[in-house]
């Protein structure tokens, strides 16, 4: 069970609205260590260069979208254990199985309360401290 604030995350979406959505829910949870990127591709260099612990992305983004992301991250021996949390506005049943079949640690679907979004985290980590 780890403190919020010790857990970096990098936020993937396209839209520069809901990357601040998440950061302003995500610090309603105690977080403090953020980056953002603005599509897949970015997030991928982002995770090279400096791997965060938890990834909150979007699945529909230009470039590289949420699966090719997850894909990729979980191919590379560095990342390939980070905790990843797709986020769309489709409760796609299909999509959802994909991404399990690709390693998603959770899911959550748009519009989301902080509530929905530290359940999902805790999900993931266990209880947040």
């Given amino acids: 069970m780890p403190a919020a604030s010790a857990i970096h995350t990098l936020i993937v ?5 809901m990357r601040s959505l998440i950061r302003a829910s995500m610090q309603q949870l105690g977080f403090r260590e953020f980056r953002d990127a603005a599509d897949g591709e970015i997030g991928l260099r982002e995770m090279i260069t400096k791997p965060a612990h938890l990834i909150i992305s979007d699945f529909n983004m230009p470039n590289l979208d949420g699966l090719g992301l997850l894909r990729a991250v979980r191919a ?5 254990g980070v905790a990843f949390i797709m986020l769309t506005g489709r409760a796609d049943r299909d999509l959802v199985q994909r991404a399990v079949q690709f390693g998603v640690n959770n899911y959550l679907v748009k519009p989301f309360t902080v509530a929905q979004l530290k359940e999902k985290v805790e999900g993931v980590f266990g209880p947040l401290t």
């Fill in 13 to 17: 979406d396209d839209q520069a609205s």
């Fill in 76 to 80: 590379h021996p560095p990342t390939a």
